[in-house]
């Protein structure tokens, strides 16, 4: 595939679980024998990379920013091990050094630097897909990877601040022709009606819900010390992962 699909994962508020969810979809997307990019393009709270066992990364976004190594030097390969993996998952940390992150709220970085970054990528790691992690709310890096993405996937819970928030998004990447949209609710209690919510944010945001996944003790009690769906490949969390991940592959061989 010469130009790699783009899917930007983004929420209106922390926490809702776009780490979690974008990093659990690219082990899924490189079992189904993807080359698959992540990016965390949340340069001042960065995080994902812990959930692909990378605590320290060797190398970052930081460093190709600073011109310590060119983007071909940048990204860690973290497919987990196994012959069931039939991609690959590269990963583009950001750095989570006290003094990088200062450093880049301080001095930030040009939109043309981070064009050239996702080129480079895409290039060098020869992607079919990216994922950007996105810093949660409306900051410029959201709306740059809003317009640079083929699909925003909007992550919400079923909590109000989040509903108002995410109409906000909505209209923003829809002001910004963000060429296809689509909603995932995250955080669920079981006890609701998932049924109702699904038509009532379909309805609402006049987007598809690809998904409801519910709010899980099992996850907590993980802390994000992996890939979930790959340690328990059964568990209902993975398995309502699994059925995202099935109506984004259309999407992304189209
Ligand atoms: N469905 C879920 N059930 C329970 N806990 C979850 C679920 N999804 C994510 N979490 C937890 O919520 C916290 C925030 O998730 P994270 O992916 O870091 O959110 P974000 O990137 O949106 O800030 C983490 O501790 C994560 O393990
Ligand atoms: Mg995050």
């Known amino acids: 595939m010469a130009t790699p699909y783009i899917i930007a994962t983004h929420s209106y508020r922390g926490g809702t679980g776009k780490s979690n969810v974008t990093a659990n979809i690219a082990a899924e997307l490189a079992l189904s024998g993807l080359r698959v990019g992540v990016v965390d393009t949340d340069l001042p709270s960065p995080g994902i990379h812990i959930l692909f066992g990378q605590d320290e990364p060797a190398v970052t976004i930081n460093g190709v920013i600073d011109q310590e190594y060119g983007i071909a030097k940048a990204f860690i390969d973290v497919t987990p091990a196994g012959p069931s993996f039939l991609g690959k998952i590269f990963l583009l940390a950001g750095s989570p050094k006290p003094a ?47 317009t640079v993405s083929d699909l925003l996937l909007m992550i919400l819970r079923p909590d109000r601040q989040d509903y108002q928030g995410t109409a906000v998004t909505v209209d923003v990447a829809r002001k910004l022709g963000v060429p296809d949209l689509r909603l995932l609710m995250n955080k669920a209690l079981t006890s609701l009606d998932w049924q109702t919510i699904k038509s009532t944010i379909e309805a609402t945001y006049q987007a598809p819900c690809l998904g409801i996944l519910a709010q899980n003790d099992d996850i907590m009690r993980y802390g994000g010390s992996g890939l979930f769906s790959q340690q328990e490949p059964n568990h209902p969390f993975t398995v309502q992962l699994k059925a995202v991940v099935s109506q984004l592959l259309p999407l992304i061989s189209a």
């Open 100 to 146: 990088d992150i200062a450093k880049i709220v301080k001095e930030g970085y040009t939109m043309d630097q981070m064009i050239d970054i996702y080129r480079g990528f895409i290039k060098a790691a020869a992607l079919d897909v990216l994922l950007l992690d996105t810093h949660p709310g409306i900051n410029e890096t959201t709306l740059f990877s809003i």
